[in-house]
């Protein structure tokens, strides 16, 4: 078993190509049951990524980037709806971790973030 996660740069076939073609290359007697979990996506520039990097910047005073280092996304449900998809949470060194936790006082900020990008998207 193998999982690919891929950037919007490969397509699902050309995958299937490239993995076949290796197989073949060494002569194995191969077969692939493929399942396609999700496709992946990439919110372009625009008013979600401006309210959310104006949001964090007017709470926090931090200047941000979009990142895709976080991992497998649920938004790639959303985003095949053709709208905008951001994920913004709080940093957590314990996610998916025995004991998962996050202390209230970054919940509180986080909300105010939410709140601020809301603010930003419908002044």
Same mark, same amino acid.
């Given at each position: 078993?193998?999982?690919?996660?891929?950037?919007?740069? @490969?397509?699902?076939?050309?995958?299937?190509?490239?993995?076949? #073609?290796?197989?073949?290359?060494?002569?194995?007697?191969?077969?692939?049951?493929? !399942?396609?979990?999700?496709?992946?996506?990439?919110?372009?520039?625009? !008013?979600?990524?401006?309210?959310?990097? @104006?949001?964090?910047?007017?709470?926090?005073?931090?200047?941000?980037?979009?990142? %895709? %280092?976080?991992?497998?996304?649920?938004?790639?449900?959303? !985003?095949?709806?053709?709208?905008?998809?951001?994920?913004?949470?709080?940093?957590?060194? #314990?996610?998916?971790?025995?004991?998962?936790?996050?202390?209230? @006082?970054?919940?509180?900020?986080?909300?105010?973030?939410?709140?601020? #990008?809301?603010?930003?998207?419908?002044?």
């Amino acid at each position: 078993m193998f999982n690919f996660r891929f950037s919007t740069e @490969s397509t699902v076939e050309g995958l299937k190509q490239r993995v076949a #073609t290796i197989l073949d290359k060494h002569g194995l007697d191969w077969h692939i049951d493929w !399942a396609l979990s999700g496709l992946p996506f990439l919110t372009e520039p625009g !008013a979600l990524l401006d309210a959310v990097a @104006s949001g964090i910047r007017t709470v926090t005073g931090r200047e941000t980037r979009p990142s %895709t %280092t976080g991992g497998t996304s649920d938004g790639r449900f959303i !985003a095949t709806l053709g709208t905008q998809v951001v994920e913004l949470g709080p940093v957590n060194a #314990t996610i998916h971790q025995i004991d998962e936790r996050i202390l209230a @006082s970054d919940l509180d900020l986080l909300s105010d973030i939410y709140y601020q #990008t809301l603010v930003e998207l419908f002044a």
